[in-house]
């Protein structure tokens, strides 16, 4: 029955084949080593860069091991700092010192920071779904959105427009009893192209660690105790149950008109895994946060002579629960905590660049969001049926953006633009901003830009009940970079791109949640903030020989981010000190030695020490987060088969087994493992 | 080429090297002859960065993280009180479930309770039998501090997602009980029977609670929040005659003010409290006090203790929540004398008597 079973499918699966007239991804070859081109010519600078510092993930390490989230590839390639709260756990964005809410974060264009808490959760953003990353940092973010006081990133699916029938599926199984699954499938002709993607990820997460923050007794026979241990311990509550599913549709019409429709659909069931301090048993306690998102975005776009129009609309939907419950000891569970969130943000877009002449740029840029907001907490008060905790709130905003580019000369690139920001009833200042670029030579390139930059408060800031502040002011600021951006390739031989970027930003007004005497926290605008620093970038590939070829990545920054606002009294030790849980220096590389179809890819990040007090208490025993190093390596073979293509991958995270923390008293892996095998169908043969 | 990846290999391994692990011990003898004062030092909820300070009041000295120095680990996630009882000191650590009773010397653990929701306050009633309240969990837990073990529960009638229970002060067979968050009530717990016996409703989120010389209850009520649908009102002194189990008096404070941090000074005579400034009052005075005994002067104050035996008036200050903080001495007419460092958010004191 079974074998009949088997050999239904494998017809099935051959019926397919005919259909097939696609190259595979390795055109018959599956070397890892690519072809290196020269660099783009200087006349070909596109005006929409002038004065941009962006990075742009390279799309090998996106799709390096497909199980990370975007959390990893970000943490891996770039200098930003991730805070993760665990493996699976919240992962956090910042640039430049700054704060998670400081980054804006879009996804084919539109903006999917929660309203409500002004960030952006990146472990829940699949890399297997990610095409494009790109990273605008501190005001050139502005060319995208406002309140990207750090930066913003930039998450893209591609139109490929591969003509023909594609499919793609990965298996993965790893140590935490975690299982992989994605699955691509796409079918395109000149016009059309359909394409569906799912990613599954299920884990246990239940990693053992040896616990530094508790400690265990021996005892002699006479129960005296004559020793004492550090246990190791197991990671509870920290299961995880990951769906996503990403439907896409493109459409070119026979006048260059393109559309597209994008639709993801996310179901997440996290637990949220316990403090190393804490001593609760895990197996009596449900603490999980559970997702339900749909984000879609439809998109036209049409190129004519001179000019550039392009509409987005979208709809945002997110059901968030956060449950904490407790075993009665009969088996019962009793809730202590039932919160619910509910958003819905409407969107639209519209863009038009203008190319008067060559070398001039007009770009005009109008975003609108439409938010509702439901929060409440169900199990606060129960004297109705009803809910009586929380808040509902929409707000509507609006952003635009005015912007002229302009190549003066052949060395020089001059671009200002200007952005207005509504938010609710009020508008923001005008945010200004200027960009030059200048051609020092045709490999090497200087930038310098100057902006103000303005974020408006969250809908929790405002309203959470308890503790929404609607008093609170935006943040606002200025911010001024200058860098060097230095190109250089010979085709077929080698490339390298260098970077050193110097920025300096002010921030006022910063929002920090402080708790109260009630018992719940609340926001105030506390700090004035002096963010500045150094972020260099180095990239290249060497071609060492026909079948051997090295390349790599590495980031390095400097982030003083210092609090520079009033004292809160004569004992304030802050004033001068660098904010909690903003690393002073961060740094990765990404290399990679492939020969023929073998790669060998090493990562490795670093940050220092990140202080978990305002007054940077070094002398603490037990508030310090010491720097964290890892080092991960991904061996990975990829074999042409008659009708398929077959890739082996094999990643050992943290190979050094290192015991570590990145946020205090949050346990982290020691060394694990993960096996992927991919299968491409050639539907060519 | 090999040799020049065996090279890249070191180097990366030794860029991998850190420092975490364990952390040293070490040792402490406090004076026991003279009276010692412990600081509660909060942390911040889920950092795990709860300490524990021991200020000598004799040398003027003070000793951060005592616990984690000590024993070698973290005290764990906020840390809520402290009782000493039977020549042990016995830490409540809210949020990590757990109660260690610490000597008091050398501040080692000697032993620990677990199977706690989210413990709040210790009461002993003799050496087999002490109450635990909680949040979170309606119930106030039995246990046995001497076999360490939880023995039995005290239903309280309230359900788990509201259910509180905070301080316990004992009159005679009696322990009473403010029932604080999302609660309006005092329970009247008979020691004999381990059950609620009676129940007073004194107005919105009773914090606190301690008695007098005269053996009257004294709360304070802060009123709840705006837009609480528990309720929003005045913060309240409440006068609560023990024995009958009834109100005596009612002293209303400004609206949206959060009074908190009631103690009781001169043997129980004199009832202090803090309401931006610290303010006094006798426990016979008909109406509250007009200006405070200290005045905050640009400080938030956290927490407040006096010395039972020279009236010394101890002020926490958590300055800015997220950095160490530091306790400010006055003397009883409200004069300062010193200050000490201490952890992060002094939130509650407990004092040692000279043995």
Redesign the interface.
């Known amino acids: 029955m079974k074998t009949r079973r088997l050999a239904s499918i494998i017809a099935l699966f051959a019926a397919f084949l005919p259909l097939a007239g696609q190259e595979p991804w390795w055109n018959g070859d599956p070397s890892y080593v690519t072809q290196i081109t020269e660099s783009a010519v200087v006349a070909e600078r596109p005006l929409g860069e002038i004065g941009q510092h962006r990075t742009s993930i390279d799309s090998a390490a996106l799709q390096l091991t497909v199980s990370q989230s975007m959390a990893d590839i970000l943490t891996y390639n770039t200098s930003v700092f991730v805070k993760q709260y665990g493996r699976g756990s919240l992962a956090t964005v910042s640039f430049r010192g700054t704060a998670a809410s400081h980054t804006q974060v879009t996804w084919n264009g539109m903006k999917i920071n929660s309203p409500m808490l002004g960030m952006t959760d990146f472990s829940m953003i699949p890399s297997y779904f990610t095409d494009k990353a790109d990273m605008l940092h501190g005001s050139s973010s502005l060319a995208v959105t406002g309140g990207g006081l750090g930066g913003a990133v930039l998450l893209a699916t591609d139109n490929a427009q591969k003509e023909g029938l594609e499919l793609d599926a990965v298996a993965g199984y790893g140590s935490f009893g975690t299982f992989d699954g994605f699955l691509k499938v796409g079918y395109g002709t000149k016009r059309w192209h359909i394409r569906t993607r799912l990613a599954a990820t299920s884990s246990e997460n239940d990693f053992t660690y040896r616990n530094y923050n508790k400690k265990e007794y021996t005892y002699d026979d006479f129960g005296v105790p004559n020793g004492s241990y550090y246990p190791i311990d197991t990671n509870r509550c920290g299961s995880i149950r990951d769906l996503h599913l990403l439907q896409e549709a493109y459409y070119t019409t026979s006048g260059g008109d393109r559309l597209s429709l994008n639709a993801w659909w996310t179901r997440s069931i996290r637990g949220v895994p316990m403090l190393s301090v804490d001593y609760r048993p895990g197996n009596k306690y449900l603490n999980q946060q559970s997702e339900n998102t749909l984000r879609t975005v439809t998109g036209w776009n049409h190129t004519g002579k001179g000019y550039i129009l392009e509409a987005k609309a979208g709809w945002l939907h997110t059901k968030q629960a956060y449950d904490f419950s407790k075993d009665r000891g009969n088996g019962t569970m009793v809730s202590m905590v039932q919160s619910r969130s509910l958003i819905n943000t409407i969107y639209g877009q519209a863009e038009g660049k203008w190319f008067p002449v060559k070398q001039l740029m007009i770009n005009a840029q109008l975003a609108a969001y439409q938010h509702f907001v439901e929060s409440s907490d169900r199990n606060a008060i129960k004297e109705s049926d009803k809910v009586t905790i929380g808040y509902e709130q929409g707000r509507f905003e609006t952003s635009a953006y005015l912007s002229a580019k302009w190549n003066a000369t052949r060395r020089l690139g001059i671009a200002a633009a200007l952005r207005e920001e509504l938010y609710g009833d009020k508008f923001s200042p005008i945010i200004p901003v200027i960009n030059i670029d200048y051609l020092i030579t045709n490999s090497l390139t200087a930038k310098v830009s100057g902006s103000r930059n303005f974020r408006y408060p969250s809908l929790n800031d405002l309203y959470f009940l308890p503790g929404g502040n609607p008093d609170l002011k935006p943040e606002s600021g200025y911010s001024y970079d200058a860098g060097l951006f230095f190109s250089k390739s010979h085709e077929g031989r080698y490339s390298l791109d260098l970077s050193a970027n110097w920025f300096d930003s002010y921030i006022d007004n910063w929002i920090v949640w402080i708790p109260t005497f009630k018992g719940y926290w609340t926001p105030r605008n506390v700090l004035r903030v002096h963010a500045y620093g150094i972020e260099t970038r180095a990239s290249g590939k060497l071609q060492i020989s026909r079948d051997w070829q090295a390349s790599g990545s590495a980031n390095f920054a400097w982030t003083p981010s210092i609090n520079h606002g009033d004292p809160k009294d004569w004992a304030d030790e802050a004033i001068g000190k660098q904010l909690v849980y903003v690393p002073l220096f961060s740094g990765s590389s990404v290399a990679s030695l492939a020969y023929s179809s073998w790669r060998l890819t090493w990562k490795w990040c670093w940050y220092s020490e990140r202080y978990t007090t305002s007054d940077n208490d070094m002398a603490t025993k037990i508030g310090r987060v010491l720097p964290y190093i890892m080092n991960d390596i991904v061996l990975e073979k990829r074999f042409a088969l008659r009708y398929t293509g077959l890739s082996f991958k094999l990643a050992v995270n943290n190979i050094f087994n290192e015991e570590y923390e990145s946020v205090l008293s949050r346990p982290m892996p020691g060394r694990n493992i993960e096996f992927f095998i991919e299968i491409i169908p050639d539907f060519n043969k | 080429m090999k040799r020049h990846l065996l090279l890249l290999f070191t180097l990366?391994?030794a860029?991998?090297?850190?420092?975490?692990?364990?952390?040293e011990e070490e040792q402490f003898a406090a004076d026991l002859s003279h009276r010692g004062l412990f600081v509660l030092c909060e942390?911040?909820?889920?950092?795990?960065?709860a300490?524990l300070t021991y200020y000598d009041p004799e040398s003027k000295s003070a000793e951060n993280?005592i616990f984690?120095?000590s024993?070698?680990?973290?005290?764990?996630?906020v840390a809520q009180s402290m009782t000493i009882f039977d020549g042990l000191c016995w830490v409540v650590?809210n949020?990590?479930?757990?109660i260690f009773a610490i000597d008091p010397s050398t501040f080692r653990?000697v032993r620990?309770i677990?199977?706690?929701?989210s413990p709040r306050y210790i009461h002993f009633i003799d050496s087999h039998k002490a109450y635990v309240t909680q949040i979170?969990?309606p119930r106030i837990y039995i246990v046995d501090p001497s076999e360490c073990r939880i023995t039995g529960y005290i239903e309280t009638g309230m359900?788990?997602?509201?259910g509180s229970t905070e301080m316990m002060v004992q009159i005679g067979d009696y322990v009473y009980v403010n029932c604080?968050?999302?609660q309006n009530r005092i329970l009247k717990i008979d020691t004999r029977t381990d059950s609620v016996t009676q129940q007073l409703v004194v107005g919105i989120?009773p914090s606190s609670l301690v008695k007098d010389c005269n053996d009257k209850l004294w709360t304070i009520t802060?009123g709840?929040?705006e837009?609480?649908?528990?309720g929003y009102e005045r913060a309240t002194l409440v006068k609560i005659d023990a024995e009958s189990f009834a109100i005596e008096k009612t002293f209303y404070f400004e609206f949206g003010k959060?009074p908190?941090g009631l103690a009781t000074g001169d043997g129980g005579r004199t009832l202090y409290w803090i309401n931006d400034g610290v303010y006094k009052m006798q426990a016979e005075d008909e109406n509250l006090p007009a200006i405070p005994l200290v005045e905050p002067k640009?400080?938030?104050f956290y927490s407040l203790t006096i010395d039972p035996w020279n009236g010394d008036i101890y002020i926490g200050?958590a300055?800015?929540?997220?950095?160490?903080?530091?306790v400010m001495r006055y003397s009883a007419e409200g004069n300062l004398l010193d200050?000490f460092g201490a952890g992060?958010?002094p939130g509650n004191f407990c004092w040692r008597a000279a043995q």
């Open positions: 990366l391994a860029a991998s090297c850190m420092k975490y692990g364990p952390r942390g911040n909820y889920m950092y795990g960065n300490s993280e984690a120095r024993n070698a680990f973290p005290l764990g996630d650590v949020n990590s479930g757990v653990e620990r677990t199977g706690f929701t979170w969990d359900d788990f997602e509201t604080w968050s999302y989120q802060d709840g929040y837009g609480s649908p528990y959060t908190r640009g400080t938030i200050d300055i800015d929540y997220t950095q160490n903080g530091v200050t992060i958010n």
